[in-house]
């Protein structure tokens, strides 16, 4: 074998499967190189020194014996390990590079040049550990990485000091923790031509969602200039969820959410000094605008389901943009190591029962809750102080709080975005996490008792004093088959991927008004009448909310749409029945800028609401806003799964008028597939159900309202609870009787509500009656689905 055979492999020679040779981080960007360059995916030229090249170096300066000195005087008690790493990487540093070796090295350096027309190119020179990306051990983050090296002596000089990082202090521990011999370990060194993304952007995604493991999402994280701000949780990212269903049709865009990050900071080239790169402050433009544009959001989606494909596993992957010519390339690719390796057989759900005042809030990294004492640590010099058991404060994480974060309960940064070191370690460990909450080590303080919360979707929060929460495991394992067509309710769409692996026919009920209230908070009125806005607050706030929107309806419709989509998205292509917003006037006029808009009613659950809003002056415009955002979900982001339904229409007439409404705004029933149901929660939808039956294509039955209106009690009222009752004679009869009149006219009927699992007697009323399906919450599907079972088995 020649030398340069020996000692360095260009990427195009290289396959996953020789990482004994260059390590798992080069052998996969060959595997790539090899067989994905060639269908669209960009990838930046390169060449890997091999093992064979570390050994040559080692042997060359007799550091095999001093190694093993070093090591065997630690093991022994005889030197700290921090002693032991640093001699260990002063020999390295300080070792010459043999002639065979270094001359291979730069004479691929130059052709690496060449390729590019370039006297010396700029690379990046990363580590490439041969231990590394195992299936039950990953080293990536614990060896260093050089970024815009630039010239021969540079190059060598970041050669030696890849190599000594092989003897971090983490790596040591790390090794033998893992019981990995220090000497059948080598570190190759991967030589890669530059992006520019300091002039551009970058960021890291993976192939599934990070948090709940759905297999059909791809989370993408993306900031300003170089990506090692990214990984390390410097800079609060950008963030985008894309449904990869969707992704071949090239007449949609299956964008589900669009999170913009502060990108306060970005890492450039550095002018001059020691280091290559650094850090400086983004323009307020920049940290307003998206990094990445729907198109190229796209793009990386595609790319990562591809590689996916190709791996045959779900994918942690970096990206990169250069500035000079807007190119998108990979950079990185390496097998997700956490929710890909998680039971699938059960699902554990945290419920927060008793909770103080909301301190901080973030990104919540894990669904678990905890409750503790702080500890704050800014600085990795004072790790030392820290208290085993607590819940670790600091700014950001690295490699290097590696052992204080495996003591810790619960981990809370100021900075960072999901795919950053905290939130990637924080998984891998097991612990829920917040990052990026901006400003918990100002606002938390040591010893102060909290409950750290991560169970109530994307935001989590911290509150104040130890609080109270339950723990219910559900088991997937052997769930039985129902002609009964049990589905999900669900609201919150920050939730919504926790419970994909249930097996449930679809959402049954999702609230518009839940999303509206908690992702979008202003009233959709003040955002079509802003001019006439009289509230200086309300103003002041939806211009800070709506920034970048030209036109501030367009910022309701988005945000409506995404919400509602990471909903639809869950149980496609099976059907999402979207309620049409029903807030009562006094919850109206609780959103930003509402008050001014809504009138005054002595009671509003009998008042402007549901229905009766859609047509009138008053809300017009706002539900055009409402049916924008549909036929965005449907018609531009794909998911035509979605059923309309209408809630407390109180009168064929007024079934009319809305039907007349929704066409007028582009939802005409029937066409491109869609679906309109109304809700039966008023004894006029029942005695008139053949009526309705005639307009709408399915009902849902809303046992709350038709119980109060069947039976004359305010559903609220306190004092007439025992009166407050599902299973009266008289409610079961209106629900029989629409069960009955939407069969024998051939459309849709369903129930939403909490009854069937608390009375086992009430599901089996209605399988009896015929009902199609029984929406219920999340938790109580697997109850439902075996008291629904039960009840088919003794017809």
């Not at 007799?62 to 008690?77: P, S, V, Y």
Request: aromatic share 8%; net charge negative; with cysteine.
């Amino acid at each position: 074998m020649a030398a340069s055979e020996e000692f360095v492999i260009w990427f195009e020679g290289l396959r996953r499967k020789d990482g004994e040779k260059v390590g798992g981080k080069n052998s996969s960007l060959g595997e790539m190189v090899q067989t994905l360059k060639g269908h669209g995916i960009n990838v930046p030229d390169g060449f890997a020194t091999t093992s064979g090249a570390y050994w040559r170096f080692v042997d060359a300066n007799d550091l095999r014996d001093f190694i093993a000195d070093q090591i065997g005087a630690w093991e022994n008690g005889d030197a700290s390990l921090a002693e032991t790493g640093k001699a260990i990487r002063k020999a390295f540093v300080k070792a010459t590079w043999p002639k065979d070796l270094a001359e291979t090295i730069l004479a691929s350096y130059r052709e690496l040049s060449g390729k590019y027309d370039m006297n010396e190119a700029d690379v990046a020179v990363r580590s490439s550990a041969t231990a590394e990306d195992l299936p039950d051990a990953s080293f990536a983050g614990q060896q260093e990485s050089f970024l815009n090296i630039t010239g021969e002596k540079a190059l060598l000089d970041a050669c030696r000091r890849c190599y000594a990082s092989l003897f971090t202090d983490r790596a040591i521990s790390y090794r033998k923790a893992k019981g990995f011999d220090h000497f059948k370990v080598a570190l190759s060194v991967g030589v890669q031509k530059m992006v520019r993304a300091d002039i551009g952007a970058s960021g890291v995604m993976f192939s599934i969602d990070t948090e709940t493991g759905f297999d059909r999402a791809v989370l993408i994280n993306a900031a300003w200039g170089l990506g090692e701000n990214v990984v390390q949780g410097a800079v609060d990212p950008d963030e985008y969820t894309v449904f990869k269903p969707l992704l071949d049709n090239e007449n949609l865009m299956p964008i589900l959410e669009k999170k913009r990050g502060s990108k306060k900071i970005k890492m450039i080239y550095a002018k001059s000094g020691d280091n290559p790169v650094r850090n400086v402050n983004t323009s307020q433009k920049e940290r307003d605008a998206q990094v990445l544009s729907d198109a190229e959001i796209i793009q990386l989606a595609r790319w990562a389901r591809d590689i996916e494909g190709h791996y045959e596993c779900p994918m942690d992957i970096e990206w990169a943009r250069d500035g000079q010519n807007g190119g998108l390339f990979i950079v990185q690719a390496r097998p997700e190591t956490v929710q890909s390796r998680l039971d699938a057989g059960e699902l554990k759900h945290y419920t927060v029962t008793k909770k103080g005042k909301a301190l901080v809030s973030g990104l919540a990294i894990g669904d678990s809750v905890v409750t503790g004492e702080v500890s704050v640590i800014k600085s990795v010099k004072d790790i030392d102080k820290f208290v085993d058991g607590s819940i670790l404060v600091t700014d950001t994480t690295d490699p290097d709080w590696v052992p204080i974060m495996k003591r810790a309960a619960a981990i809370v940064t100021d900075h960072g975005g999901r795919t950053s070191h905290a939130a990637i370690v924080s998984r891998e460990l097991g612990l829920p996490a917040l990052v990026g909450t901006g400003d918990a080590t100002q606002t938390l303080h040591d010893e102060q008792e909290v409950t750290v919360s991560c169970a109530e979707g994307d935001e989590g929060f911290v509150y104040e004093g130890i609080g109270e929460y339950d723990v219910e495991t559900l088991s997937l394992d052997d769930i039985p088959e129902t002609r009964t067509k049990i589905m999900l309710n669900v609201g919150n769409p920050s939730a919504a991927f926790r419970w994909w692996r249930l097996p449930a026919e679809g959402v049954g009920l999702a609230r518009m008004e839940f999303v509206i209230n908690n992702w979008i908070k202003v009233h959709p009125v003040a955002l079509t009448r802003f001019d006439k806005l009289e509230d200086d607050g309300a103003r002041k706030t939806i211009e800070e909310l709506t920034r970048g929107y030209e036109n501030k309806g367009d910022y309701f419709v988005d945000r409506l749409a995404q919400g509602l989509a990471k909903i639809a998205a869950t149980y496609y292509p099976k059907p999402t029945i979207v309620r049409m917003s029903d807030f009562k006037t006094n919850e109206y006029a609780g959103l930003i800028g509402g008050a001014q808009f809504e009138p005054q009613e002595e009671n509003p659950m009998l008042g402007f609401r549901g229905a009766s809003r859609y047509y009138s002056d008053r809300y017009r415009d706002g539900f055009a806003l409402e049916c924008r955002a549909i036929r965005k979900l449907r018609e531009e982001i794909g998911l035509d799964n979605v059923v309309v339904m209408i809630p407390f229409c109180r009168s064929l007439e007024e079934a009319d008028k809305v039907l007349e409404v929704m066409a007028e705004n582009g939802l005409l029933r029937g066409e491109k597939g869609l679906q309109v149901y109304v809700m039966c929660e008023i004894p006029s939808n029942v005695i008139l159900a053949e009526e309705f039956a005639k307009r709408f294509d399915g009902f849902s039955i809303g046992s709350n309202d038709l119980t109060q209106l069947t039976l004359g009690v305010d559903r609220d009222a306190g004092s007439l609870s025992q009166l407050f009752d599902e299973q009266d004679t008289a409610v079961k009869w209106m629900i029989g009787h629409v069960i009955e009149a939407a069969n024998k006219a051939g459309v849709k009927i369903g129930l939403c509500g909490q009854a069937p699992s608390d009375h086992p007697e009430f599901a089996a009323f209605l399988v009896e009656k015929g009902i199609d399906t029984i929406s219920v919450t999340p938790d109580s599907f697997l109850e439902v689905k075996e008291v629904v079972k039960r009840c088919e088995d003794q017809r």
